[in-house]
Every structure is written in C-alpha cells, then in structure tokens.
C-alpha cells in the first residue's frame, strides 16, 4: 500500500482505537430534501467535530461545508435514478480529477448484488478502483439493497465478498443479527455498518455495539443520527460505542445527559 493510500486511510480511523464513526449525508443523491437534511448546512455543521469523516455528495460539499473543515470527506461518486426509478439503475457520476480536486480522503458507491443492474453497479465498482489505485485513493463500496432484497447474512456476505474481490478498501453493509460475524469473516476488507431507517436511539446504539463485537470496525450512519431529536448528543453517544466500547445502555445514558436542557 502505498503511503498516500496509508496516509488518507489513517485519517478516517481513529488511532487509538482504530474504528471509524462516518457521517452519511449523501441521502438526498436520490431521495431529494430527506427529512433531517432539508437544510444540510444547519445540520451538518455541527456534527463535523464529532465525525471521523463526512460522506457527501460534491454538490453538497461545495454548496453547504465550510472549506476549513478538519474532518476527511468520502465522496459519493454514484448515483442516477431517483427513488422514482430503478434504484440499480447507477453509473458513475463524478471523476476521480473531481475528488482530488476536492481533495477527498476516498470515494464511495454503491453496488447492487441480485438487482436489475447487478453486473453494471459491479463493473463500475471494478473501474472506479482502477482509478483510484493509480492515485491513491481509498474506495468504500456500499451493498445497497433492494426493496425485496433480504438482509440476511447468506445474501450480505455475498455482496460484501464481491465488493471485497473487486477491490474495495472498505465494505459498508447492514447489520443482521445472525450470523453477522461471519459476513466480517468472509470479507478481507473492513466492514462498516449502515444506520438504515430510523428506529429508536437506544436500539440503534445496541446495532452498532452488536455490530463492534462482531467484527465491525465502525458505522457510517446518516438517519440515526441527523434525525435524531438531538443529532449532536446522538452522534457523540455513538462515538462512545465505537471508540470507547461503551455499552448501549451506557451510551444511552450519555445520550440522555446531553440532551437534557441546560
């Protein structure tokens, strides 16, 4: 690996523990003003102190993150249809030259294992880490799933194994509660979890604490967090789960200390 791979790749983990808590803000890619991020600059913003790295679609970088911004971006680098549409329907939608010249610490995409497009997603994915190999560029390969899709773990260690041969440097699945470990053992990259749809801040601090034990080397959360009735507070309780092995109640206790009124 070379040091430019290394060195972007030490920025999104943490040293000490050596996980990794990501922001996914990219949702609106394809769902429009996503409800938590009709205004993403008010609800960003004060997430980044508490983030490893942001992942983010260019517009919203350039139109709504202040340029002095210490957390490491992951540019989304994919997308096409709406939610409209046929979801696999994407290609790749942003250059390699573009994420340097935002000076991305890595890129990310997603591919879609069983669907419509299945080979295309995968073909792009095999492409975009050609690219990115020749700058140094770390990739994060997403298995997006499909609305009649399980998220059982026969079927997500499928997709993380394919995305892992064609070359991603990080896997982001969903979490299953059984047999997950086994997806982490099937996949010689690392894996981080997807948040998913909101649920209740105590069950999505005992996914990713399940998540950690199981293997896991972080979240790349979006929803659970900047819909949360206190984003700042969740995504901090979150941190304590991922780099501090707090457990999910001890977090939740955190979460409910900083949300109190002051």
Known sequence: MDWGMKNRLGRIFNHKSNRTVMLAVDHGYFQG????????????????????????????????????????????????????????????????????????????????????????TISNLGRIVNEAEEY?????????????????????????????????????????????EKIVEGCPVPIVIAGGKKIPELEALKMSHDAISKGAVGVDMGRNIFQSENPVAMIQAVRAVVHENYTADEAFEMFNKLNRPK
Do not use: Q
């Open 33 to 120: 003003p996503t409800t938590g991020l009709k205004k993403p600059k008010e609800t960003v913003v004060p997430l980044l102190p508490h983030c490893d790295s942001l992942f983010i679609t260019r517009g919203m970088l350039r139109n709504c993150i202040p340029s002095n911004t210490n957390a490491p971006v992951f540019l989304r680098v994919s997308g096409g249809p709406s939610i409209l549409g046929e979801l696999s329907n994407e290609d790749i939608t942003t250059s390699m030259k573009e994420a340097l010249k935002l000076n991305a610490a890595g890129v990310g995409m997603s591919i879609f294992v069983g669907a419509k497009n299945e080979d295309r």
């Open 136 to 180: 140094g560029v770390p990739v994060l390969a997403i298995t997006a799933v499909g609305k009649e899709m399980g998220r059982d773990a026969r079927y997500l260690g499928l997709a993380c194994r394919i995305a892992a041969e064609m070359g991603a440097h990080i896997v982001k699945t969903y979490y299953c509660e059984e047999d997950f």
